[in-house]
């Protein structure tokens, strides 16, 4: 018999321990974010003291990540890791979608089995997100493992009186289910906003090119799924719960229920998992702006409806548009995550994927990357050359051990501002401005020692703020690319070295001379590689060397 007791501690089974904190900062009590359904920003207070419990919604694994998808996971990534950072021990479920009308369809388009398509691109997601350096999900569900869960729930809202199954002639269950949206008069709340609400700028760009309630009409965002335009419901506004299979549906993909062969619908599913995983009543559910209607509207309707509280709070990350259109594989203008790799370093990808506010709508163009690339070159070169003056680098454990409230309070105040990570990065450039002064003057410093102690301390602040980004250079999978531990690939590694052993020999030349007393030669020497765009700073260690 099958062990089904779950671990007494679940996130402390699943959690790295290197993750888990064990204190809560003073900091988190100054955490405010935004919430989809009140349109405010407000004081983030946990349900369970010290704990974070979070749902984002994640793929349909019907073919490969682009970088809009991956945009939503670089944005909740952030927002989990400054939970971290307050010292909060999270609890973090991205579900996967791998049964769906288009997996199915596209499947037997390719004669491929529909589960071996769905796997393969859920491998394929989850290389994207090690490659940009998401953190791992506390667990991270698919919909095909958690089919009586669906259906236990879809039993409880129909007792509940919220949903009803359609019958045939005879009376008996087809296999299509829906929600009884008449039946709920709290449906809209997420987002049809009452009359008292007040909207910030930033809601009513959520508005304009977000779907909701109010907007009429076809979506081309969110295409009406063809079990919700079936003339059996009772209303237009009723959704599919649980749908019966079509013609071209193979076998295996199939449940048998009280109410009918089928397969869910497409908002179950999340209702079913975070529940499963979060219980009853949990912080924060997130996801993409095009998801709030009708998925987030629906999912939230139906756990209620089923007698369970929903999430206390809901987070929509922003679009990346192309051109002002959002970037979309059904619009014919997305980008492939490998694609977008092959080209750039993962390091530059996710700092142009992160590099607004996640309610922001992020533009994606080759200045983006060439943005991001000159901010890697200035943090790299930084902490290189840093390390190089101090004579060590402090240790991932130094840096992952430093608590919000030991971080720089320009940081701080803007990670505790909605997540405002262009003012956390402008803290960031703030502090290697800083650490460069104190390295242009470390080599006239008589007390060296201080000086070091000094360099050190920016040092240890500028990576663990980077840190709590996802982008200490030092860190996995950053480290093993380039000299600097940086982001550069294999090929950059190569280029860094070699240019690395051509100054380090005209370094080494200056220096001789200038212990000979030439110092004409020396000058010469400084003089052509600065004319070459190196810059060369003096120290007591000797000379060091980085790109303008």
Same mark, same amino acid.
């Given at each position: 018999?099958?062990?089904?007791?779950?671990?007494?501690?679940?996130?402390?089974?699943?959690?790295?321990?290197?993750?888990?904190?064990?204190?809560?900062?003073?900091?988190?009590?100054?955490?405010?974010?935004?919430?989809?359904?009140?349109?405010?920003?407000?004081?983030?207070?946990?349900?369970?003291?010290?704990?974070?419990?979070?749902?984002?919604?994640?793929?349909?694994?019907?073919?490969?990540?682009?970088?809009?998808?991956?945009?939503?996971?670089?944005?909740?990534?952030?927002?989990?890791?400054?939970?971290?950072?307050?010292?909060?021990?999270?609890?973090?479920?991205?579900?996967?979608?791998?049964?769906?009308?288009?997996?199915?369809?596209?499947?037997?388009?390719?004669?491929?089995?529909?589960?071996?398509?769905?796997?393969?691109?859920?491998?394929?997601?989850?290389?994207?997100?090690?490659?940009?350096?998401?953190?791992?999900?506390?667990?991270?569900?698919?919909?095909?493992?958690?089919?009586?869960?669906?259906?236990?729930?879809?039993?409880?809202?129909?007792?509940?009186?919220?949903?009803?199954?359609?019958?045939?002639?005879?009376?008996?269950?087809?296999?299509?289910?829906?929600?009884?949206?008449?039946?709920?008069?709290?449906?809209?709340?997420?987002?049809?906003?009452?009359?008292?609400?007040?909207?910030?700028?930033?809601?009513?760009?959520?508005?304009?090119?977000?779907?909701?309630?109010?907007?009429?009409?076809?979506?081309?965002?969110?295409?009406?799924?063809?079990?919700?335009?079936?003339?059996?419901?009772?209303?237009?506004?009723?959704?599919?719960?649980?749908?019966?299979?079509?013609?071209?549906?193979?076998?295996?993909?199939?449940?048998?229920?009280?109410?009918?062969?089928?397969?869910?619908?497409?908002?179950?599913?999340?209702?079913?998992?975070?529940?499963?995983?979060?219980?009853?009543?949990?912080?924060?559910?997130?996801?993409?702006?095009?998801?709030?209607?009708?998925?987030?509207?629906?999912?939230?309707?139906?756990?209620?409806?089923?007698?369970?509280?929903?999430?206390?709070?809901?987070?929509?990350?922003?679009?990346?548009?192309?051109?002002?259109?959002?970037?979309?594989?059904?619009?014919?203008?997305?980008?492939?995550?490998?694609?977008?790799?092959?080209?750039?370093?993962?390091?530059?990808?996710?700092?142009?994927?992160?590099?607004?506010?996640?309610?922001?709508?992020?533009?994606?163009?080759?200045?983006?990357? %060439?943005?991001?690339?000159? @901010?890697? $070159?200035?943090? /790299?070169?930084?902490?290189?050359?840093?390390?190089?003056? =101090?004579? &060590? #680098?402090?240790?991932?454990?130094?840096?992952?051990?430093?608590?919000?409230?030991?971080?720089?309070?320009?940081?701080?105040?803007?990670?505790?501002?909605?997540?405002?990570?262009?003012?956390?990065?402008?803290?960031?450039?703030?502090?290697?401005?800083?650490?460069?002064?104190?390295?242009?003057?470390?080599?006239?410093?008589?007390?060296?020692?201080?000086?070091?102690?000094?360099?050190?301390?920016?040092?240890?602040?500028?990576?663990?703020?980077?840190?709590?980004?996802?982008?200490?250079?030092?860190?996995?999978?950053?480290?093993?690319?380039? %000299?600097?531990?940086?982001? @550069?690939? $294999?090929?950059? /590694?190569?280029?860094?070295?070699?240019?690395?052993?051509? =100054?380090? &020999? #005209?370094?080494?030349?200056?220096?001789?001379?200038?212990?000979?007393?030439?110092?004409?030669?020396?000058?010469?020497?400084?003089?052509?590689?600065?004319?070459a765009g190196i810059a060369i700073e003096d120290g007591p260690q000797g000379s060091t060397?980085?790109?303008?």
């Open positions: 018999m099958a062990n089904t007791q779950e671990p007494q501690d679940f996130n402390a089974s699943v959690m790295p321990s290197t993750l888990v904190s064990a204190q809560v900062a003073k900091a988190a009590a100054g955490l405010k974010l935004y919430d989809t359904a009140s349109h405010a920003v407000s004081t983030f207070t946990p349900i369970k003291p010290g704990e974070v419990g979070m749902y984002v919604c994640g793929a349909t694994v019907q073919s490969s990540p682009h970088i809009g998808h991956i945009r939503a996971a670089v944005a909740f990534d952030i927002v989990r890791r400054w939970f971290l950072k307050l010292g909060y021990q999270v609890t973090f479920v991205r579900n996967v979608t791998d049964i769906d009308d288009k997996i199915l369809d596209k499947a037997a388009a390719a004669g491929q089995q529909w589960w071996a398509r769905a796997y393969y691109y859920e491998r394929e997601f989850s290389q994207a997100y090690t490659d940009l350096g998401v953190l791992p999900s506390t667990v991270e569900p698919r919909a095909t493992g958690h089919m009586n869960d669906m259906i236990d729930m879809i039993q409880r809202i129909i007792d509940n009186g919220h949903a009803y199954v359609v019958r045939d002639e005879n009376g008996e269950p087809t296999g299509n289910v829906y929600f009884d949206v008449a039946s709920w008069p709290h449906y809209g709340e997420l987002t049809h906003q009452k009359q008292t609400a007040v909207e910030d700028e930033a809601s009513k760009v959520t508005d304009a090119m977000g779907p909701s309630v109010d907007n009429a009409g076809d979506d081309k965002y969110n295409p009406v799924d063809p079990a919700d335009a079936s003339p059996d419901k009772h209303d237009p506004r009723d959704f599919a719960l649980w749908k019966a299979p079509k013609d071209s549906d193979p076998l295996d993909a199939h449940w048998n229920t009280p109410f009918g062969t089928g397969r869910p619908g497409w908002h179950i599913e999340c209702s079913a998992m975070s529940h499963r995983y979060l219980k009853d009543g949990f912080d924060i559910h997130g996801g993409g702006l095009d998801l709030r209607f009708p998925h987030h509207e629906n999912e939230m309707a139906q756990t209620r409806a089923a007698g369970y509280d929903s999430a206390a709070r809901w987070m929509h990350s922003a679009w990346v548009t192309a051109k002002g259109e959002k970037m979309s594989k059904s619009l014919g203008n997305g980008l492939s995550v490998p694609a977008v790799l092959a080209n750039n370093s993962a390091w530059v990808v996710r700092y142009a994927l992160g590099g607004v506010q996640y309610r922001s709508m992020l533009e994606w163009s080759d200045q983006t990357l %060439a943005e991001a690339q000159s @901010a890697y $070159e200035r943090v /790299s070169n930084f902490i290189e050359r840093a390390g190089i003056a =101090i004579g &060590e #680098q402090p240790s991932r454990a130094e840096v992952v051990s430093i608590s919000a409230d030991a971080l720089p309070t320009d940081f701080v105040s803007a990670m505790n501002d909605d997540i405002n990570v262009s003012g956390a990065t402008a803290a960031i450039f703030t502090a290697i401005r800083s650490g460069n002064t104190l390295l242009s003057k470390l080599a006239d410093r008589a007390d060296s020692d201080t000086a070091k102690a000094e360099v050190r301390e920016v040092l240890l602040s500028v990576r663990a703020m980077l840190d709590t980004l996802g982008l200490d250079p030092l860190a996995e999978p950053w480290v093993n690319g380039g %000299a600097a531990g940086g982001a @550069a690939g $294999e090929g950059e /590694s190569a280029e860094h070295d070699v240019l690395d052993a051509l =100054i380090s &020999e #005209q370094l080494t030349a200056r220096a001789e001379a200038r212990k000979a007393k030439d110092f004409a030669k020396a000058d010469a020497i400084r003089d052509a590689l600065n004319a060397w980085s790109l303008k």
